[in-house]
């Protein structure tokens, strides 16, 4: 699919995007890979493993997502969007709440005017669990920024086809606790600070993650939400996987936290299609095509709506990790290793 084709990774130094990006040049022969973030010591680390003299199809674009003229001019040829920047802190996010606001709103905003304004095929936007049912502003803003995605696709005489790919927490991600942990352990640290101790989240794998994007390029139709079906973790396991011997210390939870995360909410339910390893979250608006159009993707396989009381929640899922599990998957997904 991606053959002599150009893609653009917004956020593309991210954990995600340097990771894709791999992926991309393993897999594929691509016309042009374009590293789109604002961080330019980011892009010479990059550069410095992924060379263009070496990938001669990589191209790095310093710009940012609020800069609709720069993303118009970086999207000129290209073919594929993957909108993975972000900001993803919620502490951050509650006390900066414009730059919040800016780089999750606008920037989705964006993304959408300059891919029909070059006739971009596919978009993909990167979501979160927090995006559902949200009580922080970095949920809030990504699920406006959803909103924005899923209704591009309603734009007149347009053929752009945007969609959106919701996961929970990256084994690893600059964004999770796993590199808190390490580095409380580095430091000898007496104890490891618990939030709640009935706490869970949903995990995923970066390799996970990327599977998830790419199957969702291919069988993507526009306007709907691919949910993975992943496993959760107690919190307090994670901890007790990664320093069995520490003890732990309830600090409580901080303002914007749940103690659960969502995939997929009751309230959603109407418009979830399952399938073997994952959901479709079809569009609730008025749209080009009804839900049943959904329910075979292009891989042939055929799903099936799920029943009114769907809930895929972090705290009820039947898919749990024990503690091995959990330190064993720490093991083999160290994130920050793209080499």
Known sequence: MFNNKSI?????TGSFGKNFTKFLLRKYKLKKIIIYSRDEMKQFEMSQIYSPKKYKCLRYFLGDVRDLERLTIALRDVDFVIHAAALKQVPAAEYN???CINTNIIGAQNIILASLRNNVKKVIS?????AVNPINLYGSSKLASDKLIVSGNTYGGSEVKFSVVRYGNVIGSRASVVPFFNRLIKEKSKFLPITDASMTRFWITIDEGINLVHKAFINMIGGEIFVPK????KIIDLAKAMAPNLQHKIIGIRPGEKIHELLTSKDEAANVIQFKDHYVITPNIEFKFTKNRYLKNKSGEKGKFVNKNFEYSSGTNKN?????????LNKTNTINDYL
């Open 8 to 12: 653009l990774i917004t956020g593309g």
């Open 97 to 99: 709440p414009i730059e």
């Open 126 to 130: 990167l979501s979160t669990d927090k």
């Open 230 to 233: 992943i496993p959760s973790i």
């Open 320 to 328: 749990f990790l024990n503690t091995k599990e959990i330190k064993d």
